[in-house]
T-cell receptor
Framework: RKEVEQDPGPFNVPEGATVAFNCTYS??????FFWYRQDCRKEPKLLMS???SGNEDGRFTAQLNRASQYISLLIRDSKLSDSATYLC???????????????FGTGTRLQVTL | NAGVTQTPKFQVLKTGQSMTLQCAQD?????MSWYRQDPGMGLRLIHY???????DQGEVPNGYNVSRSTTEDFPLRLLSAAPSQTSVYFC????????????FGPGTRLTVT
Protein backbone atom coordinates (compact mmCIF):
# COMPACT_ATOMS: atom_id res chain seq x y z
CA ARG A 1 0.00 0.00 0.00
CA LYS A 2 1.31 3.46 -0.87
CA GLU A 3 2.08 5.77 2.05
CA VAL A 4 -0.13 8.48 0.59
CA GLU A 5 -2.86 7.74 -1.94
CA GLN A 6 -4.92 10.08 -4.07
CA ASP A 7 -7.39 9.67 -6.88
CA PRO A 8 -5.48 10.98 -9.92
CA GLY A 9 -8.63 12.32 -11.58
CA PRO A 10 -9.06 14.33 -13.67
CA PHE A 11 -12.00 15.97 -11.99
CA ASN A 12 -13.77 18.04 -14.66
CA VAL A 13 -16.15 20.54 -13.08
CA PRO A 14 -17.97 23.62 -14.34
CA GLU A 15 -17.12 27.04 -13.01
CA GLY A 16 -18.96 27.73 -9.76
CA ALA A 17 -19.18 24.08 -8.74
CA THR A 18 -18.05 22.63 -5.43
CA VAL A 19 -15.49 19.85 -5.64
CA ALA A 20 -13.86 17.69 -2.98
CA PHE A 21 -10.73 15.57 -2.99
CA ASN A 22 -9.73 12.93 -0.47
CA CYS A 23 -6.32 11.58 0.36
CA THR A 24 -5.54 8.56 2.54
CA TYR A 25 -2.31 7.92 4.43
CA SER A 26 -0.98 4.69 5.86
CA UNK A 27 1.28 5.82 8.72
CA UNK A 28 -0.87 6.39 11.80
CA UNK A 29 2.05 8.23 13.46
CA UNK A 30 1.97 10.99 10.83
CA UNK A 31 2.15 14.40 12.42
CA UNK A 32 1.58 17.12 9.84
CA PHE A 33 -0.56 17.38 6.76
CA PHE A 34 -0.62 19.77 3.84
CA TRP A 35 -2.20 20.47 0.50
CA TYR A 36 0.09 21.77 -2.21
CA ARG A 37 -0.96 23.05 -5.60
CA GLN A 38 1.08 22.40 -8.74
CA ASP A 39 0.36 24.11 -12.03
CA CYS A 40 1.36 22.42 -15.27
CA ARG A 41 5.15 22.34 -15.66
CA LYS A 42 5.64 24.43 -12.53
CA GLU A 43 6.88 23.81 -9.01
CA PRO A 44 4.54 22.82 -6.16
CA LYS A 45 3.40 25.60 -3.87
CA LEU A 46 1.80 25.34 -0.45
CA LEU A 47 -1.96 25.83 -0.62
CA MET A 48 -2.73 25.23 3.02
CA SER A 49 -1.77 23.25 6.09
CA UNK A 50 -4.38 20.90 7.54
CA UNK A 51 -5.10 21.21 11.22
CA UNK A 52 -6.78 18.68 13.48
CA SER A 53 -9.82 20.87 13.96
CA GLY A 54 -10.15 21.58 10.25
CA ASN A 55 -9.41 24.93 8.70
CA GLU A 56 -10.71 27.25 6.05
CA ASP A 57 -9.02 29.75 3.77
CA GLY A 58 -11.51 31.62 1.62
CA ARG A 59 -13.11 29.12 -0.76
CA PHE A 60 -10.87 26.28 0.45
CA THR A 61 -11.60 24.01 3.41
CA ALA A 62 -9.31 21.27 4.66
CA GLN A 63 -10.28 18.50 7.06
CA LEU A 64 -8.35 15.80 8.87
CA ASN A 65 -9.82 12.49 10.02
CA ARG A 66 -7.18 10.71 12.08
CA ALA A 67 -9.40 7.74 12.91
CA SER A 68 -9.88 6.90 9.24
CA GLN A 69 -6.48 8.31 8.22
CA TYR A 70 -7.56 10.66 5.52
CA ILE A 71 -7.51 14.33 4.74
CA SER A 72 -9.82 16.21 2.44
CA LEU A 73 -9.86 19.42 0.45
CA LEU A 74 -13.09 21.16 -0.48
CA ILE A 75 -13.15 23.92 -3.07
CA ARG A 76 -16.30 26.01 -3.28
CA ASP A 77 -17.32 28.24 -6.18
CA SER A 78 -14.59 26.84 -8.46
CA LYS A 79 -12.76 29.30 -10.71
CA LEU A 80 -11.00 28.63 -13.98
CA SER A 81 -7.79 29.58 -12.18
CA ASP A 82 -8.25 26.66 -9.75
CA SER A 83 -7.33 24.27 -12.58
CA ALA A 84 -4.19 22.54 -11.34
CA THR A 85 -2.95 19.37 -9.69
CA TYR A 86 -3.48 19.19 -5.93
CA LEU A 87 -0.87 17.27 -3.99
CA CYS A 88 -1.57 15.71 -0.61
CA UNK A 89 1.53 15.84 1.60
CA UNK A 90 2.08 14.02 4.87
CA UNK A 91 4.88 14.29 7.39
CA UNK A 92 5.67 10.61 7.92
CA UNK A 93 7.75 11.11 11.05
CA UNK A 94 10.18 8.28 11.62
CA UNK A 95 10.71 8.68 15.31
CA UNK A 96 12.72 10.51 17.93
CA UNK A 97 16.11 11.79 16.86
CA UNK A 98 15.63 11.25 13.14
CA UNK A 99 14.76 13.86 10.59
CA UNK A 100 11.14 13.55 9.58
CA UNK A 101 10.30 13.67 5.93
CA UNK A 102 7.43 14.73 3.80
CA UNK A 103 5.72 12.14 1.63
CA PHE A 104 3.88 13.41 -1.44
CA GLY A 105 0.86 11.88 -3.06
CA THR A 106 0.79 11.63 -6.82
CA GLY A 107 -1.78 14.40 -7.03
CA THR A 108 -5.35 14.91 -8.15
CA ARG A 109 -5.87 16.88 -11.33
CA LEU A 110 -8.67 19.43 -11.41
CA GLN A 111 -9.94 21.00 -14.61
CA VAL A 112 -12.50 23.78 -14.21
CA THR A 113 -14.43 24.60 -17.39
CA LEU A 114 -16.75 27.37 -18.53
CA ASN B 1 14.34 37.77 -2.31
CA ALA B 2 14.89 35.32 -5.14
CA GLY B 3 13.68 32.39 -3.01
CA VAL B 4 14.97 29.07 -4.34
CA THR B 5 16.81 29.15 -7.63
CA GLN B 6 17.86 26.21 -9.76
CA THR B 7 20.11 25.95 -12.78
CA PRO B 8 19.94 24.80 -15.48
CA LYS B 9 16.25 24.79 -16.41
CA PHE B 10 16.76 22.13 -19.08
CA GLN B 11 19.56 19.66 -19.72
CA VAL B 12 20.16 16.78 -22.10
CA LEU B 13 22.89 14.30 -21.21
CA LYS B 14 24.25 11.19 -22.83
CA THR B 15 24.41 7.97 -20.83
CA GLY B 16 27.53 7.94 -18.68
CA GLN B 17 28.02 11.69 -18.53
CA SER B 18 28.16 13.46 -15.19
CA MET B 19 26.79 16.83 -14.23
CA THR B 20 25.82 19.00 -11.29
CA LEU B 21 22.41 20.56 -10.75
CA GLN B 22 22.71 23.78 -8.84
CA CYS B 23 20.36 24.94 -6.11
CA ALA B 24 20.55 28.07 -3.97
CA GLN B 25 18.24 29.76 -1.49
CA ASP B 26 18.45 33.19 0.08
CA UNK B 27 15.98 32.68 2.94
CA UNK B 28 18.55 31.37 5.45
CA UNK B 29 16.67 28.08 5.64
CA UNK B 30 18.30 25.23 7.52
CA UNK B 31 16.61 22.41 5.65
CA MET B 32 17.16 21.73 1.97
CA SER B 33 16.18 18.76 -0.12
CA TRP B 34 16.18 17.34 -3.63
CA TYR B 35 13.21 15.57 -5.17
CA ARG B 36 12.57 13.97 -8.49
CA GLN B 37 9.11 13.91 -10.05
CA ASP B 38 8.09 11.23 -12.52
CA PRO B 39 4.65 10.64 -14.05
CA GLY B 40 2.44 8.58 -11.73
CA MET B 41 5.10 8.49 -8.99
CA GLY B 42 4.73 11.74 -7.13
CA LEU B 43 7.72 13.58 -5.76
CA ARG B 44 10.37 11.30 -4.30
CA LEU B 45 13.07 12.46 -1.92
CA ILE B 46 16.62 11.92 -3.19
CA HIS B 47 18.82 13.56 -0.54
CA TYR B 48 18.31 16.15 2.14
CA UNK B 49 20.30 18.33 4.47
CA UNK B 50 19.40 19.69 7.90
CA UNK B 51 22.23 22.23 7.90
CA UNK B 52 25.63 23.07 6.48
CA UNK B 53 27.93 20.05 6.60
CA UNK B 54 25.08 17.57 7.23
CA UNK B 55 23.45 15.48 4.52
CA ASP B 56 21.46 12.28 4.48
CA GLN B 57 19.84 9.93 2.00
CA GLY B 58 16.20 10.01 1.07
CA GLU B 59 14.07 7.43 -0.64
CA VAL B 60 15.95 7.18 -3.97
CA PRO B 61 19.60 8.21 -3.42
CA ASN B 62 21.39 5.79 -5.76
CA GLY B 63 23.31 7.51 -8.55
CA TYR B 64 23.31 10.90 -6.86
CA ASN B 65 25.66 12.73 -4.51
CA VAL B 66 25.15 15.92 -2.54
CA SER B 67 27.16 18.23 -0.35
CA ARG B 68 26.24 21.24 1.79
CA SER B 69 29.24 23.46 2.38
CA THR B 70 27.14 26.59 2.96
CA THR B 71 23.63 27.30 4.20
CA GLU B 72 22.69 28.75 0.83
CA ASP B 73 23.83 26.10 -1.64
CA PHE B 74 22.90 22.45 -2.09
CA PRO B 75 24.15 21.02 -5.40
CA LEU B 76 23.08 17.61 -6.69
CA ARG B 77 25.62 15.59 -8.65
CA LEU B 78 24.77 12.87 -11.12
CA LEU B 79 27.79 10.60 -11.17
CA SER B 80 27.14 8.61 -14.37
CA ALA B 81 23.83 9.51 -15.97
CA ALA B 82 21.42 6.73 -16.91
CA PRO B 83 18.14 6.93 -18.89
CA SER B 84 16.30 6.03 -15.66
CA GLN B 85 17.38 9.42 -14.31
CA THR B 86 15.32 11.23 -16.92
CA SER B 87 13.00 13.27 -14.73
CA VAL B 88 12.11 16.69 -13.38
CA TYR B 89 14.26 17.62 -10.41
CA PHE B 90 13.07 20.04 -7.73
CA CYS B 91 15.12 21.56 -4.98
CA UNK B 92 13.25 22.72 -1.88
CA UNK B 93 14.04 24.50 1.35
CA UNK B 94 12.26 25.13 4.63
CA UNK B 95 13.02 26.64 8.00
CA UNK B 96 13.09 23.24 9.65
CA UNK B 97 12.14 19.68 8.84
CA UNK B 98 8.68 18.22 9.06
CA UNK B 99 5.80 20.54 9.68
CA UNK B 100 7.09 23.61 7.91
CA UNK B 101 6.24 24.97 4.49
CA UNK B 102 8.64 23.85 1.80
CA UNK B 103 9.60 26.35 -0.88
CA PHE B 104 10.43 24.80 -4.22
CA GLY B 105 12.68 25.97 -6.99
CA PRO B 106 11.37 26.09 -10.58
CA GLY B 107 12.80 22.68 -11.43
CA THR B 108 15.33 21.22 -13.85
CA ARG B 109 14.05 19.05 -16.69
CA LEU B 110 16.70 16.42 -17.38
CA THR B 111 16.71 14.02 -20.30
CA VAL B 112 19.30 11.24 -20.50
CA THR B 113 19.65 9.60 -23.89
Amino acid sequence: RKEVEQDPGPFNVPEGATVAFNCTYSNSASQSFFWYRQDCRKEPKLLMSVYSSGNEDGRFTAQLNRASQYISLLIRDSKLSDSATYLCVVNAARGTGTASKLTFGTGTRLQVTL
Amino acid sequence: NAGVTQTPKFQVLKTGQSMTLQCAQDMNHEYMSWYRQDPGMGLRLIHYSVGAGITDQGEVPNGYNVSRSTTEDFPLRLLSAAPSQTSVYFCASSRRTGGYEQYFGPGTRLTVT
